[in-house]
């Protein structure tokens, strides 16, 4: 197989919480729509290391992830060798905390999902409908002592606002999508799922880096300070865990990511 990706930057960045047309809440999970309660591909799962099995998954190959313009190109040769090829249009970043993907029982404090729909899907909500319509990358991150010069440009666009839920932040500035990049990019998790917020749609492919990327308390406060519509701090918007139902999780089997 070969997963080719081409990652055309918009930078936006959006809040997840409750979205402007529907109602839905992470405390009332109850009330989410039935395909979320009875799918059986559904998104967050626990990741096990252990369990998960080894292929080869190729290196990921960036193509101009370090250009601020328009086009980046992934490259993905190979995992069961299905016959999976084409072009994703990067169209939201977004954050959960903390992290709706556990590996090996351990939650982080935040989790990037960096949304691409397949362009021949023409836009997010036509690819929605088709299975193979989006990749995530998800990138964990954790808690160090230091600030993340890399992830500055953005974590200072986000503190300048005041961000409530329906909020949608553009950054304006020279923003390369290789900040969301931990340095090892080698060493990653497969499986197939769903949206993680109504409508659970059972149409991604994710792909999760092992490797965490490092930021500050700071940091971590300014991305994830949103405000309900009450007034509040939103204090978290995870997806609790759902069942693999039979799927296989796929872990690379690069003899330096063990
Ligand atoms: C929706 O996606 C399908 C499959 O990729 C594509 O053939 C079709 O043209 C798309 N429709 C629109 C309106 O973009």
């Avoid at 990741?47 to 601020?68: C, E, G, M, P």
């Avoid at 950054?171 to 998790?189: A, H, M, W």
Wanted: net charge negative; proline share 3%.
């Amino acid at each position: 197989m070969k997963l080719s990706v081409n990652f055309i930057l918009i930078a936006t960045l959006l809040v997840v919480g409750s979205l402007a047309a529907d109602h839905w809440t992470y405390s009332h999970l109850d009330e989410w729509p039935i395909n979320c309660q009875s799918g059986k591909k559904q998104s967050p799962i626990a990741i096990s290391k252990r369990n998960a099995i080894r292929i080869d998954l190729k290196k990921l190959k960036f193509d101009n992830y370090d250009n601020d313009d328009i086009k980046t190109t992934l490259e993905n040769n190979g995992h069961t060798g299905g016959g999976l090829s084409s072009t994703y249009v990067l169209d939201n970043i977004h954050f959960h905390w903390g992290s709706e993907h556990t590996i090996d029982g351990g939650r982080h404090p935040l989790e990037a999902h960096l949304v691409h729909y397949k362009q021949t899907c023409g836009n997010m909500v036509n690819a929605s409908n088709y299975p193979d319509g989006l990749v995530v990358l998800a990138v964990m991150f954790d808690v160090a002592c230091c600030t993340n010069k890399d992830l500055a440009i953005v974590t200072n666009s986000v503190k300048s606002v005041s961000k409530n839920l329906h909020s949608t932040l553009r950054i304006q500035d020279d923003f390369k999508p290789e900040v969301f990049l931990p340095d090892n990019t080698k060493c990653y998790y497969m499986y197939t799922g769903s949206l993680t917020t109504p409508g659970c749609n059972e149409v991604v492919t994710w792909l999760m880096f092992e490797d965490a990327i490092s930021i500050s308390q700071t940091q971590l406060n300014q991305l994830s300070q949103v405000y309900t519509d009450a007034g509040k701090l939103l204090s978290y918007n995870f997806r609790p865990l759902q069942e693999l139902h039979g799927r296989k999780v796929f872990y690379t089997s690069a003899s330096d990511c063990d």
